[in-house]
């Protein structure tokens, strides 16, 4: 019977010890999806500065496109209107604002007088960086919310997530074509 009552102990050590392992790297993969989401958060918000930074650089010349102007300026409001919000709470605005800014790069790549300009030529590359950046980095942050997701529903990983609490997270825009 002592034995038996050792085995039994040693299996029930090895499946808390296992359970513990599966916890913490869990707790891993969930710590590398905010860390990602910290990185997407400040591009934004960068993006979020210099938009309207750009837009009052290159007001005077663009009186044509008064209405890129105004796209800019509403997106951007709807997009502040959503900061510090989950990801998936945050999609629609900042996609609106992604389509605003690309709308402004764009008549500004069309209108060479605007790079004659240092200001609005030095901000113009920097919203052109920052758009780069941002896809870069959701994209990062997708394939990192995919891998932890993925580990909290397989097994062993589902076996210890739900009771422990940990939630799926929400993918930011379109998961996989980030």
Do not use: K
């Amino acid at each position: 019977m002592p034995l038996l009552a050792a085995v039994a102990v040693a299996v029930v050590l090895a499946l808390l010890c296992a359970g513990v392992l599966v916890a913490n790297a869990l707790v891993r993969r969930r710590n590398r999806v905010r860390y990602a989401w910290s990185d997407v958060d400040v591009l934004l918000e960068r993006r979020a500065r210099v938009l309207p930074a750009l837009a009052a650089a290159v007001t005077g010349s663009m009186r044509h496109e008064a209405g890129v102007l105004e796209q800019v300026a509403q997106a951007r409001t709807r997009a502040l209107a959503v900061a510090g919000r989950p990801p998936d709470e945050r999609a629609a605005g900042e996609a609106e604002l992604g389509e605003a800014a690309a709308g402004l790069i764009a008549v500004i790549e069309a209108s060479p007088e605007l790079h004659a300009d240092e200001t609005s030529d030095r901000l113009y590359s920097e919203l052109v960086e920052t758009e780069a950046a941002i896809a870069r980095s959701r994209l990062v942050y997708n394939r990192t919310v995919e891998s932890y997701n993925t580990a909290r529903t397989q097994v062993p990983g589902a076996l210890v997530a739900a009771p422990l609490g940990f939630r799926a997270a929400p993918f930011f825009g379109r998961q996989g074509a980030a």
